[in-house]
């Protein structure tokens, strides 16, 4: 089945340095990939999303990056704040099967001041 | 607005017994899905609907059982708890399939 690998694990960064998280899809046929952040004790929250006829998007200090050949997409976090400290999870699916994401196993992010 | 209710949000029940998470919805939304999350695991689909009185299976559906008779409610029922069972469980809509989902606060159930 569907499959989503999801790296690192842990990722601790300085204050104003940047992140990078990154995923891997074994299902060719997903087209929806998004990115949600999980706060302690709460809902994961979307945080940006891309589908597969683009190749990349950005919202201010958030940006995705798809490589549909490759199967792999990539949450890039620059000038990070303290309170980018979450659980990052990204995920996977395809249109035709009702929005049923796969997740990633999560990122922890430590943003050090 | 009140989005995604889950309730109870914290609840401790016995190996055997029959517990009940329920999830409410304030935005009509069509589709419904039960997520747990649980270490190592990240969040994997127990049950989705597409709509009142449709449901389907997700990835690990057994020992769950959902319904969905109104739009706006889709309960979760664990018919006879197990400590494997023990998990952070939440609830999510999306206006249709191509759409966002959104995830409710979650309900943390113990089975001891």
């Known amino acids: 089945g569907e499959n989503v690998e999801q790296h690192p694990s842990t990722l601790s960064v300085q204050e104003g340095d940047s992140a990078v998280i990154k995923c891997t899809y074994s299902?060719?046929?997903?087209?929806?990939f998004p990115w949600y952040k999980q706060e302690l004790g709460k809902g994961p929250q979307l945080i940006i999303d891309?589908?597969?006829?683009?190749g990349e998007k950005k919202d201010q200090r958030i940006a995705v990056t798809l490589n549909k050949t490759a199967k792999h997409f990539s949450l890039h976090i620059t000038e990070t704040q303290p309170e980018d400290s979450a659980v990052y999870f990204c995920?996977?699916?395809?249109?035709?099967?009702?929005?049923?994401?796969?997740f990633g196993q999560g990122t922890e992010l430590s943003v050090k001041p | 607005d009140a989005g995604i209710t889950q309730s109870p949000r914290y609840k401790i029940t016995e190996t055997g017994r029959q517990v009940t998470l329920m999830c409410h919805q304030t935005?009509?939304?069509?589709?419904m899905f039960w997520y747990r999350q649980d270490l190592g695991h990240g969040l994997r689909l127990i049950y989705y609907?597409?709509?009142?009185?449709?449901?389907d299976k997700g990835e690990v559906p057994d020992g769950y059982v959902v319904s969905r008779s109104k739009t706006e409610n889709f309960p979760l029922t664990l018919e006879s708890a197990t400590r494997s069972q023990t998990s952070v469980y939440f609830c999510?809509?999306?206006?249709?399939?191509?759409?966002?989902?959104?995830f409710g606060e979650g309900s943390w159930l113990t089975v001891v």
């Open positions: 999510a809509s999306a206006l249709d399939r191509r759409n966002t989902i959104y």
């Open positions: 299902d060719s046929a997903s087209n929806y």
């Open positions: 609907s597409a709509a009142a009185d449709i449901t």
């Open positions: 995920a996977a699916s395809r249109d035709n099967q009702g929005g049923k994401l796969i």
């Open positions: 891309i589908r597969s006829n683009v």
């Open positions: 935005w009509s939304h069509s589709y």
